[in-house]
């Protein structure tokens, strides 16, 4: 089982950078282009939330900059989203090599969520750099946590990303629902506006969105220096783990029909 693992994530090296090519591949601007429309969702949602609507981050120690706050969610959001959608296509968009080759068809999920975490990961660190030192100051704590934090939201978007993915190769309709159901999930969390101008009444709604735990998280450690809430950290625990050993279950039930279906 070990030397299989071992084999398994040897290959996900050169599909990355395969991944990688193939992202830019036909475009003089091809990396321009891919960072121009998360750019502009910034700025737009910073100029409805912040300059229009006057929404402001209190806390006891002062007010945290509105821009400071949405990047600090943002960002990882544009990661998962990514992931979760290219994972879930990426078994039918290589068909033609799982048809043809036997392959461990795991990889292909499991390569679209790295390279969509390295892609906006490289803004969320270039941010991190920026605000901690503009802050002029960072804990071991923030570290480490920001770290754990990162590790947890791949665990669940690979666990997403082998129940999507699967799912699609059988009912391609899902591809098209996930975009809606992904959109609806981003606007019912915290991401782009603090828990506490929810209302009480749809505060349990947007609680139990593991995107609110994630973002929620993310928001303490890095902007507060706080640990997360407790309640709130187990859950999104419970759920990572859950939705990992689902999506690992039912890719490895469904993959044997792969290539007939296909």
Known sequence: MVNKLKKLFRLVPPLFIRDIKERYAGSVMGVF??????LLQILLFWLVFSQIMKIRIRVDTGEI???AFLLSGLLPWFALQEGVIRGASSIVDKRHII??????????PI?????SFAHHGIGFLIFLVVYFIWKGDISLFQIYFTAGLVFIQIV????????????TVYLRDIAQVLGMVMQALFYMSTILFPI???????KFFISINPATALSEAYHNVILYNRLPETGSLI???????????????????LKK??????
Do not use: C, H, M
Not at 33 to 38: E, I, Y
Not at 159 to 167: A, E, M, R, T
Not at 257 to 262: E, T
């Open 257 to 262: 029909g792969f290539a007939d279906v296909l």
């Open 235 to 253: 859950y999104l625990n419970v759920v990572t783990v859950f939705v990992f050993i689902a999506g690992v279950y039912l890719f490895r039930k």
């Open 111 to 115: 390569t679209a969520v790295t390279s």
């Open 196 to 202: 506490t101008a929810i209302p009480d009444k749809l």
């Open 156 to 167: 669940l978007t690979t666990g997403l990303s082998f129940i999507f993915s699967s799912l």
């Open 65 to 67: 900059p509105f821009l």
């Open 33 to 38: 282009w891919t960072f121009l429309q998360p």
């Open 99 to 108: 048809k043809k080759v036997i392959f461990p068809a795991e990889l292909f």
